[in-house]
């Protein structure tokens, strides 16, 4: 449960970053958004993100310890190392959007001040720019081999070790008592990191623009 307490309050911030000025948008002819709006909309989404990105690798351990280490599940998951991992993955959540969020916003943009997209998202932001983008793309995507690749490899590898050690459970009830406990876990995984491989692993310009903003809403 400290886990999830985690995981709740960051999709409560996450959506609460950018739903209201999205509806605000949606529901009339004004569709502005302050420089300093969109500003702390683009350093909480990506903050909040690259977070949720190494939280859910955090909990994939845990799970990986209740399924395949149960009697030792409180030994390895003490709360030390919980609030350490937590700590790590808000840490480091937090300096991927410092260093990423000054970067987008002071790129040149030659009096261009139309956002084409729901939100302040950092992949909207760099098609804005009338200078060549290629490094700071280049350093988007090694960023995301850090804070998005990374913790999904560390997921699959710790469910590839969860899968065997269901399958050698005997009973039927055992084996869905397991998948139970990771059913939830999955879904949120996927449902994720689709959209966000999608946005944020290839070049902002070659990437369709109506579909990465139907994926991101």
Same mark, same amino acid.
């Given at each position: 449960?400290?886990?999830?307490?985690?995981?709740?309050?960051?999709? @409560?911030?996450?959506?609460? %970053?950018?739903?209201?000025?999205?509806?605000?948008?949606?529901?009339?002819?004004?569709?502005?958004?302050?420089?300093?709006?969109?500003?702390?909309?683009?350093?909480?989404?990506?903050? @909040?993100?690259?977070?949720?990105?190494?939280?859910?690798?955090? =909990?994939?351990?845990?799970?990986?310890?209740?399924?395949? !280490?149960?009697?030792?599940?409180?030994?390895?998951?003490?709360?030390?190392?919980?609030?350490?991992?937590?700590?790590?993955?808000?840490?480091?959540?937090?300096?991927? %959007?410092?260093?990423?969020?000054?970067?987008?916003?002071?790129?040149?943009?030659?009096?261009?001040?139309?956002?084409?997209?729901?939100?302040?998202? =950092?992949? $909207?932001?760099?098609?804005?720019?009338?200078?060549?983008? $290629?490094?700071?793309?280049?350093?988007?995507?090694?960023?995301? =081999?850090?804070?998005? /690749?990374?913790?999904?490899?560390?997921?699959?590898?710790?469910?590839?070790?969860?899968?065997?050690?269901?399958?050698?459970?005997?009973?039927?009830?055992?084996?869905?008592?397991?998948? !139970?406990?990771?059913?939830?876990?999955?879904?949120?995984?996927? /449902?994720?990191?689709? !959209?966000?491989?999608?946005?944020?692993?290839?070049?902002? !310009?070659?990437?369709?623009?109506?579909?990465?903003?139907? @994926?991101?809403?």
């Amino acid at each position: 449960y400290f886990l999830l307490t985690h995981l709740s309050f960051l999709d @409560l911030s996450f959506t609460t %970053s950018s739903i209201p000025q999205l509806l605000y948008n949606l529901s009339g002819h004004d569709k502005n958004i302050s420089y300093t709006g969109c500003a702390i909309q683009l350093f909480l989404f990506l903050a @909040l993100g690259g977070v949720e990105c190494l939280l859910l690798a955090v =909990m994939a351990y845990d799970r990986f310890a209740a399924v395949c !280490n149960p009697l030792h599940y409180t030994v390895i998951l003490n709360p030390r190392l919980c609030m350490g991992l937590v700590s790590v993955a808000w840490g480091c959540g937090v300096a991927n %959007s410092l260093v990423m969020s000054p970067v987008t916003l002071y790129l040149p943009r030659c009096g261009r001040h139309s956002v084409d997209h729901f939100l302040c998202e =950092m992949p $909207a932001l760099i098609r804005m720019a009338c200078v060549n983008t $290629a490094a700071i793309e280049g350093t988007v995507f090694v960023l995301a =081999m850090g804070i998005v /690749l990374s913790p999904l490899v560390f997921i699959l590898v710790s469910y590839g070790y969860i899968i065997r050690a269901v399958l050698q459970i005997r009973s039927a009830s055992g084996r869905q008592k397991a998948f !139970n406990t990771c059913g939830s876990h999955l879904t949120v995984v996927s /449902l994720f990191y689709e !959209n966000i491989i999608y946005t944020y692993m290839q070049p902002g !310009n070659s990437a369709s623009q109506n579909q990465g903003k139907y @994926l991101t809403l």
